[in-house]
Each structure stands twice: as C-alpha cells, then as structure tokens.
C-alpha cells in the first residue's frame, strides 16, 4: 500500500516536497515512480527510481527542478519540487513496480503494479 502526501497551494518559482509512504517489509525490491495527471489528460510519467537508488529517469521538462530519492529503511520516496511553474499543477501519484532482481527504471503507467491516492499540487502564476 502506497500513501502518497506533500501537494499543496505554492507560487510560481516555489518548491515543495512529496512523499510516498509504503507499507511491507519488501519495499527495496521495487521501483518506484511518480506521475501526475491533469483532469481531461492521461496519466505522465514524472520521475521514477530504482530499487537501490542508484539509476534515476526523469521526464525532459522536470530535469534540474526536480529530485527523486528513497530511503529503503525508512519505507519512503521523496520527490523535491523546485523551481515550480503553472503548468506542474496536477494531481502527483506514485506507483511502484516489483523489479527485483533487476536495478531499473520504469516510464509506462502499465509497468506499476500498486498505486497511491494521488496529492495535489497547484501552482500560482
């Protein structure tokens, strides 16, 4: 079970820190990746991060404002959003995909297996 916090109001150029919560006692054997989605647009893919933490995938138009982490102790992903702008206003959702044994990233919405509720992040111009 994923839990997905963190979204709030905050102006353009502001930051904010999301976190997904996971429960179980596997949670280093899966990657795990944000999304966001629009209402009237799919699902897209954000960010995602491997088991260990090692590999990192972005999406082009987040690259150098955002930063995905975990700590595979403490159960937690965090994604750090600086530099916000209008157009990253949208519901932000993790997911996580069981990749063990592999070390990789994921982009599709079908690779994630388990989803959380969704945080909602707006941005005021």
């Known amino acids: 079970q994923l839990q997905a916090s963190g979204g709030g109001l905050v102006q353009a150029g502001g930051s904010l820190r999301l976190s997904c919560a996971a429960s179980g006692r596997t949670f280093s054997r899966y990657t795990i990746g944000w999304f966001r989605q629009v209402p009237g647009r799919e699902r897209e893919f954000v960010a995602s991060?491997?088991?260990?933490?090692?590999?990192?995938a972005y999406t082009d138009s987040v690259k150098g404002r955002f930063t995905i982490s975990r700590d595979n102790a403490k159960n937690t992903v965090i994604l750090q959003l600086n530099s916000l702008k209008p157009e990253d206003t949208a519901v932000y959702y993790c997911?996580?995909?069981?990749?063990?044994?592999?070390?990789?990233?994921?982009?599709?919405?079908?690779?994630?297996?388990?989803w959380g509720q969704g945080t909602l992040v707006t941005v005021s111009s």
């Open positions: 991060l491997s088991r260990s933490g090692r590999i990192r």
């Open positions: 997911a996580a995909a069981l990749t063990y044994p592999r070390e990789e990233t994921m982009r599709g919405v079908g690779d994630y297996d388990y």
